[in-house]
């Protein structure tokens, strides 16, 4: 029989008070199941929420409704810290970037590193998203990406210096730029990817991928130097022979013209289309509008 515990809620109290990071964590009540599955744990957190600083009024990072952690008791004995899965659903996140590219979340849950400190290596095998409302403001750009994920899950390993993730995602993207919504507003994404990202040279891998936008589909790959001012190395194909390719970049107010159009004309193919650069110096909507150079007509019937 499954034996649950639970634990008040600490009322305003955090273990960040024990921790030595600028942020304050606060937590509401969680439940521990013991005998369930054992020496398989799960831990539930209600009402998690994360602030800049420990001060009056910071601003808010996270607030997510519940936390489902899973994990084998004797694997953490072991010293081996194999997490089974994660469950986060129903939350915001107010991420920043930073000029300096630092984030907000990163300063917060930062704390002092000892001299004699080695690197753990995690797994995590399974986790998964739902309802989460996630804004991440670039400064340097003034740009937000709002990112609404109806659900999605994956699995990452961190061994020495790289992290290895698999990521399968659907959500809804809108981008302000300067307090005004930009022709990417309420555009439905599909994401299937594998990607590693290197510590030591910041450089992020992106395997083969899947990617859904409307109804376009585009296949994606290649590279993104973090550190190198986010230099970008990719290749994006389209996989549909028709409008769709067009349409899944357009306004909203001017997709039923290109459907009209894809009526009159046919169908069109999308080149592969190869982009590299800093992102710093390209804004969200050239990265949209030199997609549309990759198209034409078919020629003949």
């Not at 942020?23 to 929420?49: A, C, R, T």
């Not at 808010?60 to 008791?73: E, P, R, S």
């Not at 590279?223 to 194909?237: A, F, R």
Request: aromatic share 10%; net charge negative.
């Amino acid at each position: 029989m499954c034996k649950t515990i639970k634990r008040r809620s600490l009322k305003g109290r955090s273990p960040s008070s024990i921790w030595s990071i600028k942020g304050f964590v606060k937590i509401g009540d969680s439940e521990l199941s013991l005998w369930g599955n054992f020496p398989d744990i799960s831990i539930k957190v209600y009402d998690v929420q994360i602030f800049e600083t420990k001060e009056d009024g910071a601003p808010l990072i996270m607030d997510v409704k519940d936390i489902y952690i899973g994990f084998n008791l004797w694997d953490i004995v072991n010293g081996n810290y194999d997490i089974q899965s994660i469950l986060v659903e129903d939350g915001v996140f107010n991420l920043v970037i930073h000029e300096n590219n630092t984030t907000n979340i990163q300063l917060a849950l930062e704390a002092p590193t000892p001299a004699d400190s080695t690197t753990t290596n995690i797994h995590l095998k399974k986790i998964k998203f739902k309802n989460l409302d996630v804004h991440t403001l670039d400064e340097a750009t003034n740009t937000d990406v709002e990112k609404f994920i109806y659900s999605g899950q994956g699995g990452f390993i961190q061994k020495d210096s790289i992290i290895a993730g698999h990521i399968d995602t659907e959500l809804e993207l809108n981008v302000i730029k300067d307090g005004d919504t930009t022709f990417i507003r309420k555009k439905h994404f599909e994401l299937h990817t594998d990607v590693s990202y290197n510590e030591d040279t910041g450089i992020l891998d992106i395997e083969p991928s899947g990617i859904v936008m409307e109804n376009g589909d585009f296949e994606l790959v290649g590279s993104i130097d973090i550190l190198n001012d986010v230099d970008l190395d990719l290749t994006i194909t389209g996989t549909k022979p028709n409008f769709d390719m067009l349409i899944a970049f357009a306004p909203a107010d001017v997709i039923p013209v290109f459907g009209a159009l894809q009526q009159r004309w046919g169908n069109l193919l999308f080149r592969d289309h190869r982009r590299s650069g800093q992102f710093r110096k390209q804004t969200f909507y050239q990265c949209g509008i030199w997609s549309w150079e990759g198209l034409f007509r078919e020629q003949g019937e």
